[in-house]
């Protein structure tokens, strides 16, 4: 009897359900609190004000995350789940019909049609809704949804990203807030770029500079704003 070799191999697609919610929690956080300090900080508030609003903007922003995640998560998951109830019944009730939809798609492949049905015999017989879930569905152990790990992921992330310009903030020398908060934010967010390529395989400063774009057209029209209502108020 002939053993086959396996070869092992790790491919970066098996984090995209974490990864995703990672990145977006952690820039979300970053962004959108240093966004928040800059545009308060802007308004000539005092240093107390500034970090009553980035710590309110931390929890607000990572509970919100949170909730997001799992409810956007988990109507995926229904999704899939109805999908696959549908797919059993059909299965209890023509299963000839199912082996031949299922060797129908790889047939589209590029299989040959005799050796498709006989595929699609072998797979069924091990377990056939897995089969018809992967090639039918596209619903994989990979891709999956999980929405508790993503609504964790995200509030995590998030609190972990709002951090830094919340400490940079309470350190701050008189008078240097703003400016700190802006600088130490943007070098967060071209490490948090590099990352999440690095993770995902992307090309390192295309993502670098498009957090980096955002961030700052965030900061600067927050900062606009607080600095336009602050000139008004006083």
Excluded at 116 to 145: C, F, N, P, Y
Aim: hydrophobic residues 55%; glycine residues 10%; proline residues 2%.
């Amino acid at each position: 009897m002939t053993r086959l070799k396996i070869h092992a191999e790790r491919h970066r697609v098996s984090r995209i359900g974490w990864l995703r919610a990672a990145v977006l929690g952690a820039n979300d956080g970053l962004v959108s609190t240093a966004s928040l300090v800059a545009g308060v900080a802007a308004a000539n508030a005092d240093r107390s004000a500034v970090l009553i609003a980035g710590m309110a903007g931390l929890a607000a922003g990572a509970m919100s995350m949170a909730a997001g995640e799992y409810v956007s998560v988990s109507s995926q998951s229904d999704t899939e789940q109805a999908d696959l109830a549908r797919e059993r019944a059909e299965l209890a009730d023509d299963r000839e019909a199912e082996i031949e939809e299922l060797a129908g798609i790889y047939v589209q492949r590029g299989v040959e049609p005799q050796l498709a049905r006989k595929v699609a015999l072998q797979l069924m017989e091990t377990d056939a809704l897995s089969a018809h879930a992967r090639d039918e569905l596209g619903i994989s152990e990979v891709s999956t949804a999980r929405p508790v790990q993503a609504a964790m992921t995200s509030a995590a992330t998030f609190a972990a990203g709002a951090a830094l310009p919340l400490l940079v903030a309470g350190l701050a020398p008189e008078g240097m807030l703003l400016a700190w908060v802006v600088a130490f934010t943007l070098a967060g967010l071209a490490a948090l770029g590099l990352l999440g390529a690095k993770a995902g395989g992307a090309p390192l400063a295309r993502s670098a500079g498009r957090v980096l774009l955002w961030g700052a057209l965030a900061m600067a029209v927050t900062a606009a704003i607080g600095r336009l209502f602050g000139t008004a108020v006083a």
